[in-house]
Each structure stands twice: as structure tokens, then as C-alpha cells.
T-cell receptor, first 113, second 113 residues
């Protein structure tokens, strides 16, 4: 069964450094999402992406964040200058149509020191 | 603005019991509701998706119901097993016409052998 994959599974970085989290959505899907979950808290929406542009973003998704679909398979989340509070699990999701089931990847645990 | 609440926050039951997890949401203008399972430190596994036109969905020992007018959904787990131990999350669209999800805080279930 097709699945969403994410790399790396765990990323440790120093505060102020740039990180890129990578996702490979399910191949025929057209809608892509990033969510994050700070330890012990709710899963929070960050951004959705469709037709090569951001369709929605949350208040969390400020100028430090960017997303890109650099080729036909990858979907990336870049954090330009990481802060301690960016430490969280980041989940990528995809679906074929907006109202359909969103399929989530296993997540990347980001630790900012 | 959509708010999602899940009760109870934690539940511990002996193996074999039937149990009900509750999810309530404040904005009833939703087009679907999705239930997920999350194992500790892991990603989100979709269990059931209920479209707004449906009242319930079943998958194996799981049955989810939706009552839009009252802003409630329940997840029924029959004949619980230790392998069902996980956190169960419900998610609904932020508002009508958007595909981003708002997640509840989850119910942490432990099934004792």
C-alpha cells in the first residue's frame, strides 16, 4: 500500500541553523500539508500546498518557514533560523482531493539545542 | 473558529471490554471528520473518515458515528485488545470550505491483558 515517507526521522540542530525536512507524498496525490506536534500538545496545522502554491497557512507559519515542491516527488519544509520552540514532531500529509482522507507520514522529530 | 474536545483524556480498561471515545466540535459546518490512532513517538494512522452526509462508518471492530447537529462523534471499539493501546485523535476541518484539520487533544487508551 502506498504511504507517505519522511526523512530524516530525527534531526538535531543548533539554534539559528537552517533545517530542511523532506517528505515524499503518495504519488498521485495533489494536496500536501505540514503539521507539527510539540511534545504533549495537540497536532497543529502549519500549511497546505496545492498546484505549486500555498493554499492556506496558519499563524505559526511565519517568514521563518517556507515550503517547496522541488520536483515531482518531494515536498519540503524549510525553517530558516531555528528557535528552541521549533522543537517538535513535524508531520507531512497528502491526499488526492481536499475533502478526502489525509494520509500522514511517520514524522520527523526536530530537536533544537 | 473550530474547537475540538475529546473526553476522556485517558482510559484504562481490561481486555475484552467494549468502549466509547467521545469527540465534540463547536462548528457543525464540516464536510468530514477523521479518527486517527497515534502510537507513542509515532505518526498518525487514519482509522475512519466520516463524510458529513454519513452517520457512521465501520472498519472491523471500530465504528465511528457522527451527529453534526449536536457537534459530536463517537468512536466505538468492540472487544478491546492490548494492541489497541494508543492515543486516539479526532480531527475536523478548521471551518467550512477549508481542508486543514483541527485536532483534539486525544484520548490515551490502555487495554490491560
Amino acid at each position: 500500500e502506498p504511504e507517505v515517507t519522511q526523512t530524516p526521522s530525527h534531526q538535531v540542530t543548533q539554534m539559528g541553523q537552517e533545517v530542511i525536512l523532506r517528505c515524499v507524498p503518495i504519488s498521485n496525490h495533489l494536496y500536501f500539508y505540514w503539521y507539527r506536534q510539540i511534545l504533549g500538545q495537540k497536532v497543529e496545522f502549519l500549511v497546505s500546498f496545492y498546484n505549486n502554491e500555498i493554499s492556506e497557512k496558519s499563524e505559526i507559519f511565519d517568514d521563518q518557514f517556507s515550503v517547496e515542491r522541488p520536483d515531482g516527488s518531494n515536498f519540503t519544509l524549510k525553517i530558516r533560523s531555528t528557535k528552541l520552540e521549533d522543537s517538535a514532531m513535524y508531520f507531512c500529509a497528502s491526499n488526492n482531493r481536499g475533502p478526502d482522507t489525509q494520509y500522514f507520514g511517520p514524522g520527523t522529530r526536530l530537536t533544537v539545542l | 473558529k473550530q474547537e475540538v474536545t475529546q473526553i476522556p483524556a485517558a482510559l484504562s480498561v481490561p481486555e475484552g471490554e467494549n468502549l466509547v471515545l467521545n469527540c465534540s466540535f463547536t462548528d457543525s459546518a464540516i464536510y468530514n471528520l477523521q479518527w486517527f490512532r497515534q502510537d507513542p513517538g509515532k505518526g498518525l494512522t487514519s482509522l475512519l473518515l466520516i463524510q458529513s452526509s454519513q452517520r457512521e462508518q465501520t472498519s472491523g471492530r471500530l465504528n465511528a458515528s457522527l451527529d453534526k447537529s449536536s457537534g459530536r462523534s463517537t468512536l466505538y471499539i468492540a472487544a478491546s485488545q492490548p494492541g489497541d493501546s494508543a492515543t486516539y485523535l479526532c480531527a475536523v476541518p478548521f471551518t467550512s470550505g477549508t481542508y486543514k484539520y483541527i485536532f483534539g487533544t486525544g484520548t490515551r487508551l490502555k487495554v490491560l491483558a
